[in-house]
Structure formats: C-alpha cells, structure tokens
C-alpha cells in the first residue's frame, strides 16, 4: 500500500495546543466552572499580565485586532475630515479602520529593504489634515519605527502601531529593549488563531500607558458605558469574551520561546537560501524580529509556488493586491505605478512555512526544493 507523502505545513496552528494542552484545558475548564463568560475573571488577568508582558500600563481586551486599530484611532478623537497615513502592504483591516472613522486613508510607500512604511515617503504624504500615522510592523519586523515615531513628535501627529505581527517583537533604545506597541499612543494587537500569539477564534487588544485613552477604549469596546446601564458615548460591543482571554493568558508564558525559536528557524532559511536568487525582508533596527511569517522574494513566485506545492510544501502570498489597488479603494483614484515599491513586492513575494514547532528537517526540505528550482530556470 503506498503511504500518502509527507506534506510541509504553512502553519500548524493546533501546535501548540498539543505543546500546552495541560495549561490551555486547565484554564478553560476553570472559566467553565465559574461561567464567567463575558468580562469575567480572566479577562482582567490576561490584560495585566499582556500590559506587563508588553511594557505598557494598560491594556484593553477587544473582539479582533481590526477592532483595536477602529477603537485606537476613535479614542484619539479621529474622524471626518482628517487623514491617517499608512502602508499599502499590509492586510485591508488597517485601512478599514481609518475608513469606518469616516477619516481619509493616505497611502504611503514601503521602503525597499524593510518592506515597512518608508520614513521620506511618510513625511512626503503629511498635509495639514493629518492626524495619525498607524505604522504596520509587516511580518513582525520593527525597522523603521523609530525613525517614523521621531516624525510623528516633530510633526505632533498620534503614532498607532499595527502590532498584529508582531507579538514579541522588540526594538533597542537607549541601551534597552523595548516590546513593539509602547512606542506611540496606542499599540494594536490581534489574536487570530495563525498569530504567534494565537486564540481559538477572533481576538484582539490594545496596550497604552495613556489612562485617559485606556479609559475611552475601555468604554468604546462595551457600548460606551461606565456601569451596566449609564453610557457616556457611543460604543460598540467589541469585546474580548473570557474564554478567549484564559486562552490567551495559559499560553503567554511560552511567546518568547517561541519567538526565539522562529528566529532561529528563519536565521536558518537565510543561511541555506542566502546564495541563491532571492531576496528577504532586512531587520535594520537593533532589537528582535517578531517572525511571524518569512517570506522571499523571487520574479518567478508564480512557477516557484507551483513547484514547492508539486514537492507538497504549502507556502502563501502575503499580500498579493496592495491595497491602493484593491476594488474597494478605488475611489482614492491611485493607478498602478503610484507605489512602485509595495506594487513589486505583491508580484514577487512568497511566504515559506514558519512555526514555533516547524521541523528543522522541513525547513532543510523547503530549502532544497527552492534551490532545486532556482537552479533550473
């Protein structure tokens, strides 16, 4: 009987259920017992445990990271009439929450090594209704933040961080390491299930050291309320349900190891890839790289996915349509060729598998298909 062939794994999302399965069941089983299930017990200790974990003094549960960015940017009052830079590479949740604020999304374009916003194209795109920039952290990777939150100082505009890559990331000043989400107003994180931080549905956070804006997203995510039936404005039902958070809060503790450990896969990756025909996103800030997704970028992506899918290797595109092309943003009138930089990388990018528990024997089985190929055309 012929056995079915291995196949590579893009994610394994279940692994690290089966890594902390005692840890995970034990903290559903105990919001269970209680039935706690909305706003309950866990919910406010995985927030201060997530707020110490990050360095902040606050942080705020939310249903989805798109909801963190919604709420982040409607706690800083932003709304019809202003603009909000951003990047084009990046998933379409960071420009719909600057369009569900009725604000006007501002493309910026991505600097070539990095692949996050471009500090010159983002000081380019600042006119006088501007009133945020929400930096995208794309594929974990911290390069670029420093030089964007020394602009948004000078030019007094609110600096939000996309953070939904890039739990554990960290960037180095003045001689100590700093978690990504601390740098400006308002970090925003979601808990997707494929994140290095991941829950069993949709989940999201915001993290601040700013009481005053702790206090309004708090109140936006739980319809506007400060008790059960007085409401101080407008809110939303936003919020992170207690399961989700014990979840969350029973696999913390393992999110550096696990960061360490897809650095290290990836640092592998180069070494093996570094003398062929690809290129990668470069860290160009001290600090650590989140790894979330490690992606190369070949003009033959299309044959190459083909090939490592005939070798059973699943891969993705991240992101395929940058997003001042996407159908639903036409109507800012930005053709082809507007953002030569983020166009290229949607033609040529391809993500290669990447998880904590990613056998080194799999990424040794990636890489051989790859220069395989590389070498054939």
């Not at 990047?87 to 999304?105: C, L, N, R």
């Not at 915001?206 to 007085?230: F, I």
Request: charged letters at 20%.
């Amino acid at each position: 009987m012929n056995s079915q062939p291995h196949v590579v794994r893009f994610n394994d999302v279940s692994a690290t259920y089966r890594e902390l399965k005692a840890e995970i069941e034990a903290a559903i089983a105990e919001v269970l017992r209680r039935g706690d299930f909305i706003g309950g017990r866990a919910l406010g200790e995985f927030e201060a445990d997530f707020a110490r974990y990050c360095g902040a003094a606050h942080c705020v549960g939310v249903a989805n990271g798109t909801c963190a960015l919604h709420v982040a940017l409607e706690a800083l009052g932003i709304g019809p009439g202003d603009e909000v830079i951003t990047s084009p590479m990046t998933f379409i949740a960071t420009a719909e929450a600057i369009t569900h604020t009725g604000a006007k999304v501002v493309f910026a374009d991505i600097d070539a090594e990095t692949w996050n916003l471009d500090p010159k194209a983002v000081a380019a795109a600042i006119t006088p209704r501007t009133r945020a920039v929400i930096f995208v952290h794309l594929h974990g990777n911290p390069s670029g933040l420093l030089e964007v939150a020394e602009l948004c100082q000078k030019a007094h505009l609110a600096l939000i961080e996309d953070c939904a890559q890039a739990h554990g990331a960290q960037v180095e000043k003045n001689g100590e390491r700093q978690h990504v989400g601390t740098f400006g107003a308002l970090g925003c994180f979601s808990f997707f299930p494929a994140k290095n931080l991941g829950a069993f549905g949709d989940a999201g956070a915001v993290v601040t050291s700013d009481a005053a804006l702790a206090a309004t997203v708090r109140q936006l995510v739980n319809h506007g309320r400060e008790d059960k039936y007085r409401h101080l404005r407008i809110g939303y039902n936003y919020r992170l349900d207690t399961m989700q958070a014990a979840i969350l809060r029973a696999k913390l503790p393992a999110l550096d190891s696990h960061v360490e450990q897809r650095n290290r896969l990836c640092d592998f990756y180069e070494a093996q890839l570094s003398t062929l025909d690809v290129r990668f996103q470069r860290m160009t800030v001290a600090g650590r790289h989140g790894r979330h997704l490690f992606a190369i970028c070949h003009p033959a992506r299309d044959a190459l996915q083909q090939h490592l899918r005939s070798c059973h290797i699943e891969t993705g595109i991240h992101y395929p349509i940058p997003l001042h092309l996407q159908p639903a943003y036409a109507h800012l009138g930005l053709p082809e060729g507007t953002f030569p930089i983020a166009e290229e990388l949607a033609r040529t990018t391809l993500s290669l598998p990447l998880y904590a528990q990613l056998p080194l024997s799999d990424v040794e089985r990636v890489c051989d298909a790859i220069e395989e190929f590389v070498q054939r055309i």
